[in-house]
């Protein structure tokens, strides 16, 4: 038997049993469990098996940390045990309860949904057009056809992107995967440009994904209502059709304006804040990410990550937030050079390298927050790393992970200055956690 077969058994049993599984996902980190009866899962023990780094209850989900590589394996084996597919839900009581949540955590746990089965792809194709990006910087054709085929391979996420976000939206609001893509089409087809409407005409991309998350959620609206008054003999052809023609005419009369309005407001406002509250604005920024993190409400600001690559082709975001993790590792270098705990040193060892890759969620709940001092203290080098990043306006060209990797997606004239700010997150946040120190735990004989 694997040790993750192992890790699976283990996990299915603290939850009282596989019959009590009601669905399964994963995102780069958690295995993302929903129970049919949450009374019936020990939480306590849950935490306590070997391989898991910690535990996170969002929206009736129980989000079982246990870090990037494991969590693929594990999700794999826990599906072949319980015979539920990733996304299905199994039990109608789970669903029912699962959709009684607050309206922001549900809009956020969709956020989610639309976004993470994504991240593979867009973290892909931002690390191959930061390869892109440093050959050109050390004086490779950029005309020639090596760095054409990778920006060829870089850039088709990000080109169709709407595409992608409008398929799984529709998944998310209940309408059909093929529509939702069609919504992403109708906002960015260049044909678009040949229509005029009040002596203007549209501009394809417009809205971005803000856009296309409003288009998708009103064609599946839409979708959903018709069906409820079409005949079944009927409904193939005639759904599909006037939800077509309904949706697109309102995208471009109304729905595309609004998306537009609110994406540059999105931007204008964070370019503001920015611009005038510079090295301020970036410790608030970094320093207050973990906390997004620890609730979920970090999902709500993908979209307008995507929206400063959209309008402006920079994120002077991405670099400051990525002081989060930096703030995180140096405490963990901290921690692990005091400890006398050779569990927490072992935790450590293997939560470290994926911190520096930028992944620091088995930081968070394996390492820092359990602790409790050090999560802040973590917090605190984030900020002053955040500082540095907003001082020397430092941007990214596209999306991926932070952390070193992040390096190879900063724009020209910006590299040092992104490794500045990221190495003072470092010693920030290893100085700041040495002298507050923290309860060093004592291991069970």
Not at 33 to 48: I, N, P, S, Y
Not at 275 to 280: E, K, P
Not at 315 to 337: D, R
Not at 387 to 411: D, R
Request: hydrophobic letters at 50%; a positive charge; one cysteine or more.
């Amino acid at each position: 038997m694997t040790k993750e077969r192992e890790l699976a058994e283990q996990i299915l049993k603290v939850f009282g049993g596989q019959e009590n599984i009601a669905a399964v996902s994963f995102c780069m980190t958690r295995l993302r469990l929903t129970a049919v009866d949450k009374t019936q899962v020990d939480k306590d023990e849950l935490k306590g098996i070997d391989g898991v780094l910690g535990l996170v209850e969002s929206s009736g989900q129980f989000q079982v940390v246990l870090g990037p590589g494991l969590v693929n394996k594990v999700a794999a084996e826990v599906t072949k045990l319980t015979g539920i597919q990733m996304g299905e839900v199994q039990d109608l009581k789970a669903s029912i309860d699962d959709k009684n949540r607050t309206p922001f955590k549900l809009f956020l746990r969709k956020l989610s949904s639309i976004f993470i089965p994504l991240i593979p792809a867009i973290v892909a194709s931002g690390m191959i057009s930061g390869i892109t990006n440093v050959a050109v910087r050390m004086g490779v054709d950029p005309k020639g056809l090596i760095v054409t085929i990778l920006t060829t391979l870089g850039s088709g996420i990000f080109v169709y992107l709407a595409i992608f976000v409008g398929i799984n939206a529709a998944k998310e609001f209940g309408g059909t995967p093929a529509m939702g893509g069609l919504a992403g089409v109708l906002l960015i087809n260049p044909a678009i440009a040949n229509i005029t409407i009040g002596g203007a005409a549209l501009l394809p991309g417009r809205g971005g994904i803000i856009g296309v998350l409003i288009v998708a959620w009103f064609m599946s609206t839409v979708e959903k209502q018709l069906r409820k008054v079409i005949p079944n003999s009927i409904d193939i052809i005639v759904t599909p059709t006037l939800t077509l023609l309904i949706t697109g005419f309102a995208t471009y009369f109304i729905l595309q304006p609004v998306g537009g309005f609110l994406s540059d407001g999105t931007v204008y406002f964070f370019k503001t804040m920015l611009g005038y509250g510079g090295a301020l604005a970036g410790l608030v920024l970094a320093g207050t990410f973990l906390p997004l993190v620890m609730t979920g409400l970090h999902q709500g600001l993908t979209p307008i990550h995507m929206e400063f690559l959209n309008t402006t082709k920079e994120n002077p975001l991405l670099p400051i937030l990525a002081m989060g993790g930096a703030g995180q590792v140096g405490a963990a270098f901290a921690i692990y050079f005091k400890t006398k705990s050779k569990k927490l040193k072992n935790i450590i060892k293997g939560a470290l390298p994926v911190g520096l890759l930028g992944i620091g969620e088995p930081l968070i709940y394996g390492v820092t927050l359990p602790l409790g001092r050090p999560f802040i203290t973590a917090c605190i080098g984030a900020a002053i790393g955040g500082a540095v990043q907003a001082s020397f306006h430092v941007a990214s060209i596209a999306m991926g992970v932070s952390g070193l990797p992040l390096t190879f997606l900063i724009k020209n004239g910006s590299v040092l200055f992104y490794l500045l700010g990221l190495v003072v997150a470092y010693v920030a946040g290893f100085v700041v956690t040495w002298i507050v120190g923290f309860d060093d735990p004592i291991d069970n004989a």
